[in-house]
């Protein structure tokens, strides 16, 4: 899961750009980066580390809480109005999605 590519296999990391360099494949978004932009241990790389739901951490935010900021994706969120909360928050308000 968390191997490159092809130990064999050389390539230009997607998110620095660095040529010739052993590539690992983001289970989330499929990019080819380097082992410094991989975070092995989940599989994924740096962008999707960086954008991932600060609720359940498994997938990718499509938005902001407006109560509390923190990222979150359409499954921990709940539209109130124009605006997105996370479900932590919406059930602090007294409600359940």
């Keep these: 899961m968390c191997e490159a590519i092809g130990v064999e296999y050389l390539g230009k990391c997607e998110i620095c750009g660095k040529e ?9 978004c499929g990019r080819r980066v380097c082992r410094e932009h991989f975070r092995g241990d989940k599989g994924i790389c740096v962008a999707c580390e ?3 739901c600060e ?43």
């Design 20 to 28: 010739n360099v052993e590539l690992y494949k983001c289970r989330v």
């Design 50 to 52: 960086e954008t991932m």
């Design 55 to 97: 609720v359940c951490g498994r997938k990718l935010a499509v938005g902001y809480c407006a109560r509390c900021g923190r990222l979150v994706c359409e499954d921990c969120s709940v539209e109130r109005g124009p605006a997105l909360l996370c479900i932590e928050c919406y059930r602090k308000l007294g409600t359940t999605p």
